[in-house]
C-alpha cells in the first residue's frame, strides 16, 4: 500500500498544478504613443476614422491618463482624453462617455456611450508591441457591429 500512496499522492498534486501556460500574466502598462492600424482593423462598416493616434501618459493599472487625436471619414478632426480611475463607473467626455476597468493585467474593458447613442463594450489587450481592442457596439437604430481594432505602439 505504501508503494501506492506516493504515486496517488503525486497525481494529487499534479491535479492542481496550473497547465504549463496559464500562469498569471504580468501587469503591462500601457503607457506609450500609438497609431491606429486601419489594415489591420476590421468593421462590419467602412471605418469612422482617416486615422488616429492615441497616447498613453500613464497607467499604473489602477489610473490611466489617455488622449486620443482623431481624423473622422469626413474630414472632421477632434481630441479627446480622459485622466482617471480605472473604476467602470461613467466619465462623460466630448464626444463620447467612457467606464474603463482593469479586467486583467494585461486587459481593460470600456462600457461606452457615443455622443449620437451608439453604445458599445470593448476589451483592450496590451502587448509590448500593440493595443488590440475587440468589441461590439449598437447604433441609436438597432443596427450591431462587431469590430477588432489594432494600435501600433510608436515609442
Known amino acids: 500500500m505504501k508503494r501506492l500512496a506516493l504515486p496517488a499522492l503525486a497525481a494529487a498534486l499534479f491535479a492542481f498544478a496550473p497547465a504549463?501556460?496559464?500562469?498569471?500574466?504580468?501587469?503591462?502598462?500601457?503607457?506609450g504613443e500609438y497609431v491606429w492600424n486601419p489594415a489591420t482593423s476590421h468593421y462590419g462598416t467602412p471605418p469612422y476614422a482617416k486615422t488616429q493616434t492615441m497616447s498613453i501618459a500613464h497607467d499604473d493599472g489602477k489610473t490611466v491618463k489617455l488622449s486620443q487625436n482623431v481624423t473622422l471619414a469626413d474630414g472632421k478632426t477632434f481630441t479627446w482624453g480622459y485622466d482617471g480611475a480605472y473604476d467602470g463607473k461613467p466619465h462623460p467626455g466630448d464626444w463620447i462617455t467612457i467606464a474603463l476597468k482593469r479586467i486583467k493585467p494585461d486587459a481593460f474593458s470600456n462600457d461606452y456611450t457615443m455622443n449620437d447613442g451608439s453604445k458599445g463594450h470593448e476589451v483592450a489587450t496590451i502587448s509590448a508591441d500593440k493595443i488590440v481592442i475587440e468589441g461590439d457596439s449598437v447604433d441609436p437604430k438597432g443596427a450591431k457591429q462587431h469590430y477588432v481594432e489594432v494600435w501600433d505602439k510608436t515609442k
Open 20 to 31: 504549463p501556460g496559464y500562469a498569471e500574466t504580468a501587469f503591462i502598462s500601457g503607457t
